[in-house]
């Protein structure tokens, strides 16, 4: 092997590093110029010049960006692209780059959000079955919880407004949100994150998914799902689905008793 080794020295068969995609922290509105901007390096990959970078939106096919400084030239380079999404929803943005002698790097991926400020909004009360599994400080508690909601933006605004309300009695669990971040509506599921308390206290961040069953293709029946992360340690404190966060991913359970509506 070390033999193997030292006749490939010198030898560059690894693709380009993207560390970061800068410009979509934050949720933009449908048809707005979104800059991306991504530092894309080989130096610790084989070293050769950059020769390309591209970008893919939720699969689709990969589209070519440009270097920052206006030549693909050098082993590192800031690649850049400028996007503009039609469709509310949430988004898989992927980067990569190939160095100049034909290595795909890995892509580097992170969830765009894009909202319609003006597409509607979303309520709901009720109650679901809270199986076991879904509070992580202890698995075996199932019983009733309690939601009711309402997440909407108001005219002219970029942050929706309302109130969030998750109360499941067995675990002696009572969040209330007390701020919001984004707010999409697409189809039949609405998605929003924001922040609040658990029992008055912390700083937790949560991510509603909600299903309106009575929309065309809505499947007949209102679905819900609320993932609840203590902020400072990342852990998980309570969910009821699982799984991934991805908004059509994500298959909510379906409610117990209540209502939820989304408005269009
Ligand atoms: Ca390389
Ligand atoms: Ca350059
Ligand atoms: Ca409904």
Known sequence: MDSFSYFVVGYDNSGPIVSNIVGISDPVKINTDIIL??????TTNGSSNIKSAEYSIDGASW????????LFDEPAEEVTATVSIPEPGVYDLCIRGIDVVDNTGQEKCNLLVVYDPSGGFVTGGGWIISK???????????????????????KGANIPTGETEFQFKEGNLNFKSTVYQW?????????????????????????????DGQL?????????????????????????????????????????????????
């Open 216 to 264: 065309p293709g809505g499947g007949g029946v209102d679905k819900f799902r609320i993932k609840i992360v203590d902020k400072a340690t990342g852990t998980v404190v309570y969910d009821n689905v699982g799984g991934s966060d991805d908004m059509e991913a994500v298959n909510p359970q379906e409610i117990g008793g209540g209502s939820i509506v989304i408005h269009k």
């Open 63 to 70: 589209k070519s960006m440009s270097a920052t400084d206006g």
């Open 183 to 211: 707010l999409v509506v697409a189809g039949v599921k609405a998605q929003y994150k924001g922040s609040g308390t658990i029992n008055g206290t912390g700083d937790y961040g949560f991510l509603l998914t909600a299903t």
């Open 132 to 154: 076991a599994g879904a509070y992580t400080a202890d698995t075996l508690l199932e019983g009733h919880a309690n939601f009711g909601f309402v997440s909407k933006y108001q």
């Open 37 to 42: 901007n991504a530092p894309i390096d080989d």
